[in-house]
Structures are given as structure tokens and as C-alpha cells.
């Protein structure tokens, strides 16, 4: 039996597009970026952890698997986790205006006696948001919750010039990567 350690209602739409049954586990894993850490180490370290600490609360159940991911946003070495505030969100999207950045996206799968996981880059390129876009996108709240303060799958796509990668990796849970871990663990065919 397959379980989802997310709180994100993003991960769990696009994992039921699948196809495949799976429980949800809520989690409050921490998110801190240790200092000196790469990027991908970072990303990496806090999907296992999520996954991790689901498997913890799903031990006893005989052939569980977890799945748990995670999403930043990095701009040359910074790293936009999920905005604080207004404030915070109003920052990032003036360093992400105009430019590109990427956004990394990790998941891992862990039983009793296994662990997998993939991780996947892509690249987004936003056009220059005037300070008036920027206050007109926050109004809308998408930001709330994202990493990097905008929702590509909501009014911020109308802002997104060119993306190469994974769409779903945006969203937090890239389906094609995805899909190759769970038949790994033979529950896709
Ligand atoms: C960039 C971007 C991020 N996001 C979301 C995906 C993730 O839910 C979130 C990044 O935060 P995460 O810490 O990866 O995930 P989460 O806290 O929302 O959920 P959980 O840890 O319980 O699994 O940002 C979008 O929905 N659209 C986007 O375009």
C-alpha cells in the first residue's frame, strides 16, 4: 500500500492521476537549509526526510511504501523556500522577474527494506513584472504556500515566457519520474 507524506493538496491531485490507491499521511517535517548546503543536497535531504518520517508512522503495516517530495525554487545560490509573508513573497518575485531560474524538485520512495528517488530540474524564464504586476499577483493569494511565491498552475502561468522541463515538477510532484520509481517498486505496471 502506497502513502503520500504531504500536507500539499498539488501532490496528491497529481499523484492520483496515476491511477493507483494511496493513503495520506500529515507531516510537519522542519525545512532548513544547513549552512554551506548545496541546493540539491538540500532538496534531496528533505524528501527522504519527509518520506522517512512517514515510513515511521506506516512501519507496521506489511509492504508499505512512502513517498515524499519536496520543491525550491533556486536563483543562482539562493534558495526561495515558501514565502513567510507578503513581504517575503513581494521580494522573491522581484528577484524572479526578468530572468531565469530553476526549480528543483525531489522524490523519494522508501519501504522497510528499500529506497528510491529522483530528482528533476527545470528551467523557467519570467518576463520583467513591473512593482504594479507584482502587488496585482499578490492580491490574488496564489502565492501563499509555493515555493518561490507563485503557482505556475494558476495566474502566474500568464507570466512564465518559456519553461524547459517538467510542468509537474513545478507543481511538486513530477509524474513521469514519478511513475518510474513506483514501478520500481512494482506498484505500476
Ligand atoms: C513553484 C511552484 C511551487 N508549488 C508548490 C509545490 C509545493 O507544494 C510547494 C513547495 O513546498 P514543499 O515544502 O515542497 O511542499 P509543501 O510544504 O507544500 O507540502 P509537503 O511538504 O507537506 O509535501 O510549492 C506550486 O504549487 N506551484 C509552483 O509553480
Redesign the pocket.
Known amino acids: 500500500m502506497l502513502h503520500l ?4 493538496p ?2 496528491a491531485e497529481l499523484l492520483a492521476r496515476l491511477g493507483l490507491e494511496f493513503g495520506l499521511l500529515d ?1 510537519d ?1 522542519p ?1 532548513q537549509r544547513g549552512a554551506g548546503e548545496p541546493a540539491a543536497d538540500y532538496v534531496r535531504r ?1 524528501a527522504r526526510e ?1 518520506a522517512g518520517a512517514g515510513l515511521l508512522e506506516v512501519v507496521a503495516v506489511p509492504g508499505a511504501v512512502v513517498l ?6 533556486i536563483l543562482g545560490d539562493r534558495v526561495f ?2 514565502p513567510a509573508d507578503a513581504a517575503d513573497a513581494a521580494e522573491m518575485l522581484r528577484a524572479l522577474s526578468g530572468r531565469s531560474h530553476e ?1 528543483l524538485t525531489a522524490v523519494s520512495l522508501v519501504s522497510a527494506g528499500r529506497e528510491a528517488q529522483a530528482a528533476v530540474l527545470t528551467r523557467v524564464a519570467v518576463e520583467t513584472m513591473s512593482d504594479d504586476a507584482i502587488a496585482r499577483y499578490l492580491a490574488c493569494g496564489e502565492w501563499q ?4 511565491a ?4 494558476g495566474r ?1 502561468e500568464a507570466h512564465v515566457q518559456r519553461l524547459d522541463g517538467s510542468y509537474s515538477g ?3 510532484l513530477p509524474l513521469h519520474e514519478t511513475a518510474g520509481l513506483l514501478r520500481q517498486f512494482g506498484l505500476l505496471p
Open positions: 507524506a504531504s500536507r500539499s498539488r501532490r507531516l517535517v525545512e528533505v519527509k515524499g517530495s519536496d520543491t525550491e525554487v523556500g515558501k526549480v504556500g509555493k515555493a518561490g507563485y503557482a505556475i498552475q502566474f513545478v507543481m511538486g
